[in-house]
């Protein structure tokens, strides 16, 4: 898979950009942006939590490190000087710009209510493409994985190189017809 940055030709609208935080500080820095009168995206999904002595449902951020920001490129510079972020993510010499695709697709998989597990991606046996047409994620387009008697489905946010696994009912999805 070859990643190119977006360019936007005229500069006249703003791209959405990916700051990395320093560990845990993702809630801070997306509200501290937004203090400071910036458009911001921190995806988030609830998990079960167990402790020794207690088991609670927690929100965590989808991709930790991670908050997106929609700005213009001249003011990443200022953004990276405030406190607990740790710098811009860089493709090719110029910060990565993401794909407003790519933030739909995230903001439908952590307001969807499905159970969505982050993976790495060397656990992928990648099969045929598919689109989910029903429900809250519809319209999301992803790998199709059968795995240990459960259909799931692999979702890729290609900018952060992010994978994500959610389980999906098999009448709830069809094949996409990839033409060469």
């Given at each position: 898979?070859?990643?190119?940055?977006?360019?936007?030709?005229?500069?006249?609208?703003?791209?959405?950009?990916?700051?990395?935080?320093?560990?845990?500080?993702?809630?801070?820095?997306?509200?501290?942006?937004?203090?400071?009168?910036?458009?911001?995206?921190?995806?988030?999904?609830?998990?079960?939590?167990?402790?020794?002595?207690?088991?609670?449902?927690?929100?965590?951020?989808?991709?930790?490190?991670?908050?997106?920001?929609?700005?213009?490129?001249?003011?990443?510079?200022?953004?990276?000087r405030l406190e607990n972020i740790v710098r811009t993510?860089?493709?090719?010499?110029?910060?990565?710009?993401?794909?407003?695709?790519?933030?739909?697709?995230?903001?439908?998989?952590?307001?969807?209510?499905?159970?969505?597990?982050?993976?790495?991606p060397v656990d992928l046996c990648f099969g045929e493409e598919v689109e989910i047409m029903?429900?809250?994620?519809?319209?999301?387009?992803?790998?199709?994985?059968?795995?240990?008697?459960?259909?799931?489905?692999?979702?890729?946010?290609?900018?952060?190189?992010?994978?994500?696994?959610?389980?999906?009912?098999?009448?709830?999805?069809?094949?996409?017809?990839?033409?060469?």
């Amino acid at each position: 898979m070859e990643y190119y940055p977006l360019i936007n030709k005229l500069n006249d609208e703003p791209n959405w950009y990916v700051i990395i935080t320093r560990s845990r500080a993702e809630k801070k820095v997306a509200d501290l942006l937004v203090n400071e009168g910036y458009e911001t995206y921190l995806p988030l999904t609830t998990q079960w939590r167990q402790w020794s002595d207690r088991k609670k449902k927690v929100t965590i951020p989808l991709i930790p490190s991670v908050v997106f920001v929609r700005t213009y490129e001249k003011k990443l510079s200022h953004i990276v000087r405030l406190e607990n972020i740790v710098r811009t993510l860089y493709f090719l010499g110029k910060p990565a710009v993401v794909r407003v695709d790519e933030i739909d697709t995230l903001r439908q998989l952590s307001s969807g209510g499905a159970m969505i597990q982050k993976i790495n991606p060397v656990d992928l046996c990648f099969g045929e493409e598919v689109e989910i047409m029903r429900g809250p994620l519809a319209g999301i387009k992803a790998k199709f994985l059968n795995h240990q008697g459960k259909y799931k489905i692999i979702v890729l946010i290609e900018t952060t190189g992010s994978y994500f696994q959610l389980e999906v009912a098999l009448n709830n999805i069809q094949k996409l017809n990839i033409s060469a």
